[in-house]
C-alpha cells in the first residue's frame, strides 16, 4: 500500500527567507508525486508534480520539489518565503503498478506552513 | 478558466437524514474523483469514476453511493447520516484517468451533521 508522511505539522519560516517542507513516501513500483496547497476554507490547488525525468520540479508560484529516489522524499521549496504562502500544504502520492487504487491520490496529514513577516 | 463546481457549498443536516452531493467538473474532463477531509485530516479517497463507470473505490461507507451520469457531472448520495459524517467534502476531476494527470479540486462542500 502506498503512504505519504509529512514529519513536521507546522513550518515557520521568515519572510524573505527559504522555505522546506518535507514529504517523504512509500510505494511498490515507481512513483508519481504530487504537491497541492490548501488555503483557508478553499479547495486544494495543484502546485506541482513529478512523473518521471528530471528530479527538480519547477511549479506555480515559484515553488519546486526535488525528487530523491534513494532517500525516498520529495521535499517541497521556495527560494524566498512570501507571507501569502501561509497556508496548508499537502503531499500526495499515486503508485501507478498497484492496479486498483493506482488512481486514488494518497496524501499526507499536511504541514501548516507560516510566514512572519 | 473553468473549475469544478461543487453543489452546495454548505450543508446542514440531522442525524439519519439523506443528503445529495452534486459535482460538475471542468468541461471536458471526464474522471471526478470524491474526498472526505474531516476537522484538521488529510483528504481521504471515497470514490471515483471515469466514462460514467465507477474505476476506483476507497474508504466509502456502504451508506453511501455515487455515480457520474452522462454530462460527466457526479452525485454523491449518503443516507443515514451520522455525527461522524460531517466533513468537507471535495470532488476534484481530470482529464483521463491516467495516474500522472493532476487532479484539480473543487472548493468543497461543508456537511455539517446535528
Known amino acids: 500500500a502506498q503512504s505519504v508522511a509529512q514529519p513536521e505539522d507546522q513550518v515557520n519560516v521568515a519572510e524573505g527567507n527559504p522555505l522546506t517542507v518535507k514529504c517523504t513516501y512509500s510505494v511498490s513500483g515507481n512513483p508519481y508525486l504530487f504537491w497541492y496547497v490548501q488555503y483557508p476554507n478553499r479547495g486544494l490547488q495543484f502546485l506541482l508534480k513529478?512523473?518521471?525525468?528530471?528530479?527538480l520540479v519547477k511549479g506555480s508560484y515559484g515553488f519546486e520539489a526535488e525528487f530523491n529516489k534513494s532517500q525516498t522524499s520529495f521535499h517541497l521549496k521556495k527560494p524566498s518565503a512570501l507571507v501569502s504562502d501561509s497556508a496548508l500544504y499537502f503531499c500526495?502520492?499515486?503508485?501507478?503498478?498497484?492496479?486498483?487504487?493506482?488512481?486514488?491520490?494518497?496524501f499526507g496529514k499536511g504541514t501548516k506552513l507560516s510566514v512572519i513577516p | 478558466a473553468a473549475g469544478v463546481i461543487q453543489s452546495p457549498r454548505h450543508l446542514m443536516k440531522e442525524k439519519r437524514e439523506t443528503a445529495t452531493l452534486k459535482c460538475y467538473p471542468i468541461p471536458r474532463h471526464d474522471t471526478v474523483y470524491w474526498y472526505q477531509q474531516g476537522p484538521g485530516q488529510d483528504p481521504q479517497f471515497l470514490i471515483s469514476?471515469?466514462?460514467?463507470?465507477?474505476?476506483d473505490k476507497g474508504s466509502i461507507p456502504d451508506r453511501f453511493s455515487a455515480q457520474q451520469f452522462s454530462d460527466y457531472h457526479s452525485e454523491l448520495n449518503m443516507s443515514s447520516l451520522e455525527l461522524g459524517d460531517s466533513a468537507l467534502y471535495f470532488c476534484a476531476s481530470s482529464l483521463g484517468q491516467s495516474s500522472y494527470n493532476e487532479q484539480f479540486f473543487g472548493p468543497g462542500t461543508r456537511l455539517t451533521v446535528l
Open positions: 513529478y512523473i518521471t525525468g528530471d528530479n
Open positions: 500526495a502520492v499515486r503508485d501507478p503498478i498497484s492496479g486498483a487504487g493506482s488512481y486514488q491520490l494518497t
Open positions: 469514476f471515469y466514462e460514467k463507470m465507477q474505476s
